[in-house]
């Protein structure tokens, strides 16, 4: 039984995963095969995931596989509320979601997945498996195994996996060249300035745009803020990628420097209170404070809480306005994912390569049963390429192949021509 806002909105959501799907070209690939081929045939796959157009069209393809499939928002704030009304209606899937859903309301979505003992289960921050580990052990028996679509979810798996309790093998779609290059910097880099824009409708150019985090979504945030005429400063605890970021042309700064400097602050770096009571008291009046990270912890929130004189004001739908003392900072989206809690989050076209992954790490799941341990595997280098190739095909992009002879020459220590 599927628990979603307005079954009634069916036929608009219906219009928009034709949309997206539209531009998804590689997963509509993959649902064709599917369909003739069958390759998951009877499994129970669980994803908790953002509720999106994008991800509707994963879930039709896992349909098409012979899945059974029920499907919980990984974000409240992401869940297009039409979506999940298709998705019930019209494809059969068992859809938990809600926009704006509290937090025992997410438990109790988490928890219907659970209850089907699913044999897959995809994530989008790790909360789905971590919860069968943690409180539903006996779930575990039947799992096949687990994906994870984000660096933050690894992390926490990665972590379960050391102290010896992953008890089954996770695919690191997220690793995935063919997704993390694309998704973080194309689609996150994209999406979280249309969110700022969508919020704010700031000009961003000639002003300084600090980003805390230089990774492959930092990167491509930053690129594209470039782009719009903004000046970047890029902070990093990474030498390496902080040096990256001055070779790009970026001045690079300690958070604490950069904090008197920013007009729009975006931190994307994966941990905790990246911004906190002493960047706070530096920023200048009428800072914009975002988050590009998955969870909401990146910008202290009780810490701003705590500086603030009086409540938070809503300015704008999606700006609370804090008063400082004379000084106002203005949160987006109560500190949640910035691109998809005010925007649509990725373009189809890069979720296109991110959900094929997830498809076929799914069929990899059931076509190696028993043969992957527990720990987090890497997606194959064979699935990774196919992805890219059905892309260029998409695309109408022809590329060159290697001769026998070039090909044996890349392995061999001969030097002869």
């Known amino acids: 039984m599927s628990d979603v806002a307005d079954l009634t909105l069916a036929a608009a959501g219906r219009d928009r995963i034709d949309w997206a799907d539209a531009q998804m070209p590689v997963l509509a690939a993959l649902r064709e095969r599917f369909a003739q081929e069958r390759p998951l045939e009877g499994v129970v796959v669980a994803a908790c995931l953002h509720v999106t157009a994008e991800t509707a069209n994963l879930v039709r393809a896992l349909l098409a596989g012979g899945a059974e499939v029920a499907l919980a928002a990984a974000n409240p704030l992401s869940t297009q509320d039409d979506v999940a009304a298709a998705l019930a ?13 509290d937090l025992d309301a997410y438990v109790a979505h988490v928890g219907a997945l659970v209850a089907r003992s699913p044999q897959i289960t995809l994530d989008d921050g790790a909360d789905l498996v971590s919860v069968i580990h943690a409180a539903h052990p006996g779930v575990l028996d039947g799992m096949l195994g687990a994906t994870e679509e984000t660096t933050t979810g690894l992390v926490r798996l990665r972590a379960l996996e050391a102290q010896g309790r992953l008890a089954v093998p996770v695919i690191a779609v997220n690793e995935a060249l063919s997704e ?10 994209q999406s979280t300035l249309d969110g700022i824009l969508r919020a704010t409708n700031l000009l961003l150019a000639g002003r300084t745009v600090v980003v805390l985090g230089y990774g492959w979504t930092g990167k491509g945030i930053a690129q594209r803020a470039r782009g719009m005429g903004a000046i970047v400063v890029v902070c990093e605890v990474d030498e390496r990628r902080a040096l990256e970021a001055r070779m790009e042309g970026y001045e690079v700064l300690p958070a604490l420097t ?52 009086g409540p938070p004001v809503p300015v704008l739908p999606l700006v609370d306005q804090v008063d400082l003392g004379g000084r106002r900072l203005n949160l987006l989206a109560s500190g949640r994912v910035v691109n998809l809690a005010a925007a649509q989050g990725h373009p189809a076209a890069v979720m296109d390569m991110s959900f094929a992954n997830q498809a076929l790490a799914a069929e990899e799941l059931v076509l190696r049963r028993g043969a992957l341990g527990p720990g987090v595997h890497p997606v194959p280098e064979r699935v990774d390429r196919e992805i890219a190739r059905l892309k260029l095909a998409s695309l109408g992009v022809q590329i060159d192949t290697l001769s026998d002879e070039q090909a044996a020459y890349r392995t061999t220590w001969d030097p002869a021509p």
Do not use: C, Q
């Open 89 to 101: 209606v019209e494809d059969g899937a068992e859809v938990h979601a809600r926009r704006g859903e």
């Open 180 to 189: 993390r290059v694309f998704n973080d910097r194309y689609g996150t880099g």
């Open 258 to 309: 950069a904090a008197e400097r920013g007009d729009v602050f975006i931190t994307v770096t994966g941990v905790a209170r990246v911004l906190r009571a002493e960047h706070f008291a530096r920023m200048k009046d009428g800072a914009v404070l975002a988050n590009a990270g998955h969870f909401d912890v990146e910008i202290d929130l009780p810490a701003l809480r705590e500086a603030a004189v």
